[in-house]
T-cell receptor, first 110, second 116 residues
Framework: NAGVTQTPKFRVLKTGQSMTLLCAQD?????MYWYRQDPGMGLRLIHY???????AKGEVPDGYNVSRLKKQNFLLGLESAAPSQTSVYFC?????????FGSGTRLTVV | AQKVTQAQTEISVVEKEDVTLDCVYE???????LFWYKQPPSGELVFLIR????DEQNEISGRYSWNFQKSTSSFNFTITASQVVDSAVYFC?????????????WGLGTSLAVNP
């Protein structure tokens, strides 16, 4: 029972490069979320999905895109990475009031 | 507006001391849920407790206890006889809104250092 799996765990990008972060859950949860965590800022919601094929903007969506083509996967894309996107990214899935978090992806943009 | 405030940015205690982490929330919803999460130095987020707005009973789990007071919009967390392993960042969060608008709103966290 893996829960929520994020890949990769660490990544270093050059400014302007693109990448996709993958979040996979095996709990059949309807809701999935992407957060970023920065020092002193807590967790901020980037995008979320309320079901397969749906996405919605969160608090800080600019510079990111997401897709939920399959219920179990929620992808976060950075089309042109910027140093301001250096952060720790957390994915979560939820059903009702139960939330499960992945272990995080530490992304550095140089 | 919905908001969670954790006024204590950092707390440092000596092992075996009791420590209380404060959480104050704002919401206009009558039905809402409050959470506490722990983030140890390893970085993962560990769920500690969820409490709904209709249940003001305090809860105790081992050395951990939570005090929910709707009158002051507070959901404080106390660690009794703290241990070094309690050193972590602790987040309070609020879940409010209906249906697809329901989201978790996070406080900025309190960094707790328990020194031997």
């Amino acid at each position: 029972n893996a829960g929520v799996t994020q890949t990769p765990k660490f990544r270093v990008l050059k400014t302007g490069q693109s990448m996709t972060l993958l979040c996979a859950q095996d709990m059949n949860h309807e809701y999935m979320y992407w957060y970023r965590q920065d020092p002193g800022m807590g967790l901020r919601l980037i995008h979320y999905s309320v079901g397969e094929g749906t996405t919605a903007k969160g608090e800080v969506p600019d510079g990111y895109n997401v897709s939920r083509l399959k219920k179990q996967n929620f992808l976060l894309g950075l089309e042109s990475a910027a140093p301001s996107q250096t952060s720790v990214y957390f994915c979560a899935s939820g059903q009702g009031l139960s939330y499960t978090f992945g272990s995080g992806t530490r992304l550095t943009v140089v | 507006a919905q908001k969670v405030t954790q006024a204590q940015t950092e707390i440092s205690v000596v092992e075996k001391e009791d420590v209380t982490l404060d959480c104050v929330y704002e919401t206009r919803d009558t039905t809402y849920y409050l959470f506490w999460y722990k983030q140890p130095p390893s970085g993962e987020l560990v769920f500690l407790i969820r409490r709904n707005s209709f249940d003001e009973q305090n809860e105790i789990s081992g050395r951990y206890s939570w005090n929910f007071q709707k009158s002051t919009s507070s959901f404080n967390f106390t660690i009794t006889a703290s241990q070094v392993v309690d050193s972590a960042v602790y987040f309070c969060a609020l879940s409010a809104g209906a249906g697809n608008n329901r989201k978790l709103i996070w406080g900025l966290g309190t960094s707790l250092a328990v020194n031997p």
